[in-house]
């Protein structure tokens, strides 16, 4: 069963605007992590926040953590067109172990 | 991509025939995982492995077997492929544990006809 929902599921901008991307997750977690997957591409690592934090910020990422609603959002801020990708949270879920559990994504599209 | 490569990356089988995919890493990682991705599930965790010969199940993992004989190799197996397992797979990484960042392969795209 998956852990984390994003949401919106696809999600279209202008170059310049910024982007926000939520997820929701259901159990306890010890770590939330974000990836990013460009098309016919594995994914990439962008962010891990820890339980205990409620913000964290990489370049134009900002991603927020908010355990009491089991809810995160990752912001781009300043999107750019090499930004369209799509976008996935992954919770570690104390009750599975050493895995990690994949939201279904939600895809960011950027025209410029 | 973090010293992980996957052969084939592209194959086309029948159902009925074992198909095995390999996952290759140079980064000396304890953690090994395999992954399926279909539209609308985001990505399934199929087996992994926390060390040579120690794997376990995953989500999915009915139809698929693993092998771990070397730190660098996992071989994911699917025993008789049927169409339902056409999907693109990916093989991960991680050196800590499994709840850190994961590392991906490039992908290998199945296609059970």
């Known amino acids: 069963s998956q852990q984390g929902e994003e949401d919106p599921q696809a999600l279209s901008i202008q170059e310049g605007e910024n982007a926000t991307m939520n997820c929701s997750y259901k159990?306890?977690?010890?770590?939330l992590q974000w990836y990013r997957q460009n098309s016919g591409r594995g994914l990439v690592h962008l962010i891990l926040?820890?339980?205990?934090?409620r913000e964290k910020h990489s370049g134009r990422l900002r991603v927020t953590l908010d355990t009491s609603k089991k809810s995160s959002s990752l912001l781009i801020t300043a999107s750019r067109a090499a930004d369209t990708a799509s976008y996935f949270c992954?919770?570690?879920?104390?009750?599975?172990?050493?895995?990690?559990?994949f939201g279904a994504g939600t895809i960011l599209r950027v025209k410029s | 991509d973090a010293g992980i490569t996957q052969s084939p990356r592209h194959k086309v089988t029948e159902t009925g025939t074992p198909v095995t995919l390999r996952c290759h890493q140079t980064?000396?990682?304890?953690?090994m995982y395999w992954y399926r991705q279909d539209p609308g599930h985001g990505l399934r965790l199929i087996h992994y492995?926390?060390?040579?010969?120690?794997?376990d199940k995953g989500e999915v993992s009915d139809g698929y077997s693993v092998s771990r004989s070397k730190t660098e190799d996992f071989l994911l197996t699917l025993e008789s492929a049927t169409s339902s397992q056409t999907s693109v797979y990916f093989c991960?990484?991680?050196?800590?544990?499994?709840?850190?960042?994961?590392?991906f392969g490039p992908g290998t795209r199945l296609l059970v006809l």
């Open positions: 926040i820890r339980s205990n934090e």
């Open positions: 492995s926390y060390g040579v010969k120690d794997t």
């Open positions: 159990t306890s977690i010890n770590n």
């Open positions: 992954a919770t570690d879920d104390k009750e599975y172990g050493n895995k990690l559990v």
């Open positions: 980064e000396n990682h304890r953690y």
């Open positions: 991960a990484i991680s050196s800590r544990t499994g709840r850190e960042t994961q590392y």
